[in-house]
Every structure is written in structure tokens, then in C-alpha cells.
């Protein structure tokens, strides 16, 4: 008998699992190492054969049917075929076992549909997440905005679309805070800024849409009229047209208001020297009328 014969019969036969383990470090044969993957009663016998395989038509019965994790997920690292990928990633009953899979499932047009199909379907989140991270399909990803359950799903694929419309929905729709944060911060829609600013019942989805404006006109109307005295103060600092600054000055029932713009008058100084001084003596009058009622 020779050297590879004693090995391959130690490495199926031994009855101490870890002599088995010592012989398959030195069996070549893929045969043998493949027949002990799918057939020794110990877990980690199997593992240390899944480890020297190579055969992806076994690896990928080993990785469809294992009993043990550990196992399955040592044959998912070395497989390449997609479509078996695609099945674990969807199926297998351990999340460590799925995002393997997933995280090995590549770019190209067949693995779009693939990672679509999962994005949409997995009942697992964080799988859903992952395949979510590797889509490019706008249309999917639109999808997935508007129908997932989940809002860290939904937050990816709101970090990965391009698409205004579909980002002004989900800025006004989305029932989560965070999302509706996300997908204003893609906006460019001054008029969907506009109306989220105003209306939109949580604090960090206005402040975010009232920073993305540049509309002077809008923001002069949410300093002037916004029932949150930090909103107000918000597009004050926002605003950059110095006589829109002036006129609110003008306007100013508020004392605070009107230090408030004299404060940011001193600190912009590229600023306008005509306008500064207009924009600061029109406060320090308005104070002084303010102070004097």
C-alpha cells in the first residue's frame, strides 16, 4: 500500500476524528476528499475536506446540503456559480451561511436580475441589504423605496438612486424620519424643498431641506412666518441675499430676530460693504424702535 492508499484509508477510516483531519491536511485525491465532504459523520472532518476541494459540482452539493453551517459556508466560499449562489443566498436557513453567498454573488447583467429577484423577495433584511448595496437598476431600486418594509433596506437604496421623482416620493412619503432625511439630501427640486421645509412634521427632515435651499425668497418666508423659532433661525443663517435680509429686519416684530441678522452681519465678510452697512444700520434702528415699545 502505498503513502496516498494509507492516507486516503486514515483519512476515511481512522476512528479518532482528528487523525481523519491530520490525513486529508496530505490526501490530493478529489475523489476521495470528496467522498469524506459528503459522507463523514463529523462536521468538522467534512470541513477540512471541503476545504481541499475544488470540484464546483461538489461544492455546490455540499453547500445546498449540509447539515452543518460551518460546513456549508467553507463550500460557498470556494464556489463561483452563480445560480447556487443565488438559491443559498435566498434560502439557506443561517444568515452568516446567506451573506457569504451574497457578498459572492458578482456585477454583471445576469446577477442584476438575480440580486433583484433577492432584493425583492429574501425574507431576510440584512440579505435584502447586501443585495440592495450591489444593485444598479434604477427601476428596482425604486422599487425597493417604495415597498420595503424595512427602513435600513429602503435607506440603501435611497443612497444609490438618481432619480428626482422618485426621490421627492420617498422625501415626502417615507413613514421613517432617516429615510426621508436621505432622499432630501439627493434633492435639487427647489420646489419639493420648499414644500417639505414647511411641512414635513420632523425636525431633522425640515432642517435638511431648509439647508438645501437656495430659493430667497422661500427661505425669507419660512425666517418671517415658521412657527419654530429654530427654523427661523435656520433659514436666517441660510439666506445669503442681504437686502431680503434687510427687508425681514425691516419687518421684525422680534428683537432676537433682529440681533439675530446684526450677529451674521459681522460675520460674513464677503459680504457687500453698501449692503452690510445698509443691512446693520436697519437693524440697529429696528432694535432700538423694538426696545422702546
Known amino acids: 500500500m502505498n503513502d496516498e492508499a494509507k492516507l486516503a484509508r486514515a483519512a476515511r477510516e481512522a476512528s479518532n476524528w482528528k487523525v481523519r483531519i491530520e490525513a486529508i491536511k496530505y490526501l490530493i485525491d478529489q475523489r476521495i476528499l470528496a467522498n469524506i465532504a459528503k459522507n463523514d459523520k463529523e462536521g468538522l472532518v467534512r470541513y477540512a475536506a471541503v476545504e481541499k476541494l475544488t470540484d464546483q459540482g461538489i461544492l455546490a452539493y455540499i453547500a445546498l ?3 452543518m453551517s460551518l460546513v456549508r459556508s467553507a463550500a460557498v466560499e470556494k464556489l463561483t456559480d452563480q445560480v447556487v449562489l443565488a438559491e443559498i443566498t435566498k434560502n439557506d436557513k443561517y444568515i452568516d451561511v446567506r451573506m457569504k453567498a451574497a457578498k459572492k ?3 454583471n447583467s445576469f446577477d442584476q436580475e438575480v440580486l433583484a429577484d433577492i432584493a425583492k423577495n429574501c425574507w431576510d433584511i440584512d440579505v435584502r441589504k447586501t443585495a440592495v448595496e ?3 437598476d434604477q427601476a428596482v431600486l ?3 423605496v417604495k415597498n420595503d418594509n424595512n427602513y435600513r433596506v429602503r435607506s440603501v437604496a435611497v443612497d444609490k438612486l438618481t432619480d428626482q421623482t422618485i426621490l421627492t416620493y420617498v ?3 417615507d413613514n421613517n424620519d432617516s429615510v426621508r432625511s436621505l432622499a432630501v439630501g439627493k434633492l435639487t427640486d427647489q420646489g419639493a424643498l420648499a414644500n417639505i421645509a414647511k411641512k414635513d412634521e420632523a425636525y431633522a427632515v425640515r432642517r435638511d431641506a431648509i439647508i438645501k435651499l437656495t430659493d430667497q425668497g422661500i ?4 425666517a418671517k412666518n415658521d412657527k419654530h423659532r429654530s427654523m427661523r433661525e435656520l433659514a436666517i443663517n441660510t ?3 442681504q437686502r431680503v435680509l434687510t427687508q425681514i429686519v425691516y419687518d421684525s416684530t422680534e428683537i432676537y430676530i433682529c440681533k439675530w441678522i446684526e450677529y451674521r452681519s459681522y460675520d460674513e465678510i464677503h459680504w457687500e460693504d453698501t449692503h452690510i452697512l445698509d443691512l446693520r444700520e436697519t437693524a440697529r434702528v ?4 423694538l426696545k422702546n415699545k
Open 239 to 241: 439666506l445669503i441675499d
Open 286 to 289: 429696528r432694535l432700538a424702535e
Open 219 to 222: 427661505l425669507a418666508e419660512i
Open 134 to 136: 450591489k444593485l444598479t
Open 65 to 67: 446540503n449540509d447539515e
Open 105 to 107: 454573488l458578482i456585477d
Open 142 to 144: 425604486a422599487y425597493i
Open 171 to 173: 422625501a415626502i412619503n
